[in-house]
Each structure stands twice: as structure tokens, then as C-alpha cells.
């Protein structure tokens, strides 16, 4: 079974811009969800925005507005651009996907993602 694999992190000054990216999806699968985590240290991994099959998505209230999922469904790959970043962006961040998805609805539940990347760090300076 593929690993996801998260590139394009890096460090940026506070309302600078990166996209992340992930490959590493499987073929086959007509349904999937897709998602983004991130965990800071000392905090727990939290949601940052999902995407499914379908184009449907879903974004934490902190980065709705600034933050932007996409994917590319003939690649299989998954991207994020992130706009207008702030200090407490800074996290590792870490690309995640359910094929097929393992809940009727999307989410950006940690629980309801079963492959994962390793993650990439991004630093936001102020």
C-alpha cells in the first residue's frame, strides 16, 4: 500500500504564502475523502481542511478565508495553498486520505482518515 508523501513546506514570513502538496493517492477508488491535518508543538493533531471525490469541501473556522484545498483527481494528488499565513499557522502538517471514506460524511475528524503522510513543517515568522 502507497505512503502518502507531503511537499512544499518552509518557512515564510507572517502573510506570505506556501503550497503544500501530496502524492501518493491510490487509483481504483471512485469515492475518496482527502484532507489536510496539522499539529503544533505541544498541541494535539487538528483538522485543517477536507475535500472529497466529489469536489465538496471543508475547512477549520481558523483558516477559512486564507486557505484554499484542491485536487488534481487524474494525478491523484492533493494540494494547499495557504494565503495570509500567521505565526500560529506553524505546524507539521500532514496529508491524510480515506479510500473509500469510512463515514457517510466528510469530516476533518482525525479518526476518519486511515492512510497518512509523514508530514511537512511549516514556520511562520512574524
Known amino acids: 500500500q502507497a505512503r502518502l508523501a507531503e511537499s512544499g513546506g518552509g518557512s515564510v514570513q507572517a502573510g506570505g504564502s506556501l503550497k503544500l502538496s501530496c502524492e501518493g493517492l491510490?487509483?481504483?477508488?471512485?469515492?475518496?475523502?482527502m484532507a489536510w491535518f496539522r499539529q503544533a508543538p505541544g498541541k494535539e493533531r487538528e483538522g485543517v481542511a477536507a475535500?472529497?471525490?466529489?469536489?465538496?469541501?471543508r475547512y477549520a473556522d481558523s483558516v477559512k478565508g486564507r486557505f484554499t484545498i484542491s485536487h488534481d483527481n487524474s494525478k491523484k494528488t492533493l494540494d494547499l495553498q495557504m494565503n495570509s499565513l500567521k505565526p500560529e499557522d506553524t505546524a507539521m502538517y500532514y496529508c491524510?486520505?480515506?479510500?473509500?471514506?469510512?463515514?457517510?460524511?466528510?469530516?476533518?475528524?482525525?479518526?476518519?482518515?486511515?492512510?497518512w503522510g509523514q508530514g511537512t513543517q511549516v514556520t511562520v515568522s512574524s
Open positions: 491524510a486520505a480515506s479510500q473509500p471514506p469510512q463515514v457517510p460524511i466528510l469530516t476533518i475528524l482525525e479518526s476518519d482518515y486511515n492512510k
Open positions: 491510490e487509483y481504483g477508488y471512485e469515492s475518496y475523502y
Open positions: 475535500i472529497d471525490s466529489e469536489g465538496i469541501t
